[in-house]
C-alpha cells in the first residue's frame, strides 16, 4: 500500500487515541493530541498517569478506549511501543502512526504480521496535518 492510502486509511477513523498524551503542552504527546483537535478530529488521549489532559478525559489504556477508535498515534519510547502495539492488536485497532522516537521494528513487525495498517517510517502525523 502506498504512503498515502495508508495516511488515508489512517485519518479516516471516526475516533483516535493519542498513546503517550502528556499535560505539557511542549511536548509532542499533546501538541499531537491539540493538532487532531484543531482539525476536527475526535481524540482521546491515553495515559495511564493522569486523569485529563486538554480537557479531555484521560484513559489508561488503549485497552480502555472506546469502540469507535481505529486509529492510534503512539509517542512513547521505543520499548514501550512494542507493549502499546500488544494491546492495539488485542483491542482491535486497525491503524498505528508511530511517531518519530517511537518506532520500534518489533513492533512494526508485530503490527504488520498481525494485518494493520502501520505507519512507522518516521513520518510525522503534526507535518501531515500541517
Not at 22 to 51: Q, T
Not at 79 to 90: C, D, F, L, S, W
Request: proline content about 8%.
Amino acid at each position: 500500500m502506498a504512503r498515502r492510502e495508508q495516511i488515508e486509511n489512517f485519518l479516516n477513523s471516526p475516533a483516535f487515541g493519542v498513546v503517550g498524551a502528556s499535560r505539557d503542552r511542549n511536548k509532542y504527546g499533546n501538541r499531537v493530541l491539540r493538532k487532531y483537535l484543531e482539525h476536527g478530529y475526535r481524540a482521546h488521549p491515553v495515559n495511564p498517569r493522569e486523569r485529563e489532559i486538554e480537557g479531555l478525559p484521560c484513559f489508561a489504556s488503549i485497552l480502555d478506549l472506546p469502540p469507535e477508535v481505529a486509529s492510534i498515534s503512539i509517542i512513547t519510547p521505543p520499548p514501550i511501543t512494542e507493549a502499546v502495539v500488544g494491546q492495539a492488536i488485542q483491542k482491535g485497532i486497525r491503524n498505528i502512526w508511530m511517531q518519530p522516537g517511537a518506532q520500534n521494528p518489533a513492533a512494526i513487525r508485530m503490527a504488520e504480521e498481525n494485518g494493520l495498517n502501520v505507519i512507522g517510517d518516521g513520518t510525522c502525523l503534526l507535518a501531515t496535518l500541517g
